[in-house]
């Protein structure tokens, strides 16, 4: 079984800053991308940013230059730095990994419970 934890949502002003982390945890072989998604009400899940297990990371347009994605493989944990936060960046954010339990196992998509970010004007 493998549960992906998300913390440090909450309530910020517009031009705040706040950190998200994402830890995988249970039986898991390896991680291959890691990455974060936002949904607003009645709206498809849309891609914020993600990272290789290279390393390597995109970014959607609209968080270019304010965010910042980056990974800790010993604690298999993703994290999420926010920085220049409008409200329009106000949503529930859901981290994602593509995880193998075993050497012969196939990768499989994990998602976590999501946390709320609130940004105020």
Not at 38 to 52: N, T, W
Not at 102 to 120: E, F, I, L
Request: with cysteine.
């Amino acid at each position: 079984q493998v549960q992906l934890v998300e913390s440090g949502g909450g309530l910020v002003q517009a031009g705040g800053s706040l950190r998200l982390s994402c830890a995988a945890s249970g039986s898991i072989f390896s991680i291959n991308g890691m990455g974060w998604y936002r949904q607003d009400p009645g709206k498809q899940r849309e891609l914020v940013a993600s990272i290789g297990s290279d390393g390597s990371t995109h970014y959607a347009d609209s968080v270019k230059g304010r965010f910042t994605i980056s990974r800790d493989n010993a604690k298999n944990t993703v994290y999420l730095q926010m920085n220049s936060l409008k409200p329009e960046d106000t949503v529930v954010y859901y981290c994602n990994a593509l995880i193998r339990t075993t050497r012969w196992d196939m990768t499989h998509t994990y998602w976590g419970q999501g946390t709320q970010v609130t940004v105020s004007s």
